[in-house]
C-alpha cells in the first residue's frame, strides 16, 4: 500500500504531513510506504490514499473515495484519528 501526503507546493508541509502519517501508521499497526508531492504533480493512480488539506482535495483530481482530509496539518492526532476513520470502514 503507498500512501501520499499532498500539500501545494509539495515542500515543506507535505513533509510534515508525511512525518505524521508515518507516525499514526505505526500507532495503528498498518504498514505503508509513504511520500510527499506537491497537488499538480498527483496522478490518482501515484498512491491508494491520498491525504490532503480540505482546500486541495476540493481541487484535487483524485476520486474522493482515497482521500483523507486533513484540517491541522501538525497535528499528529488527527492524522491517528483520520487514518483509523478510512481503515477501519
Do not use: W
Not at 507535505?14 to 507516525?23: A, D, L
Request: net charge negative.
Amino acid at each position: 500500500m503507498k500512501i501520499m501526503a499532498v500539500c501545494g507546493h509539495g515542500l515543506g508541509s507535505s513533509f510534515m504531513m508525511e512525518m505524521n502519517i508515518k507516525k499514526a501508521l505505526v500507532k495503528l499497526g498498518i504498514e505503508a510506504e509513504v511520500g510527499h508531492t506537491d497537488l499538480a504533480s498527483v496522478t490518482p493512480d501515484e498512491a491508494d490514499v491520498f491525504v490532503m488539506a480540505r482546500d486541495i482535495a476540493e481541487s484535487s483530481s483524485v476520486s474522493p473515495d482515497k482521500i483523507v482530509v486533513v484540517t491541522n496539518i501538525v497535528s499528529a492526532a488527527e492524522f491517528e484519528q483520520k487514518l483509523g476513520e478510512y481503515f477501519n470502514r
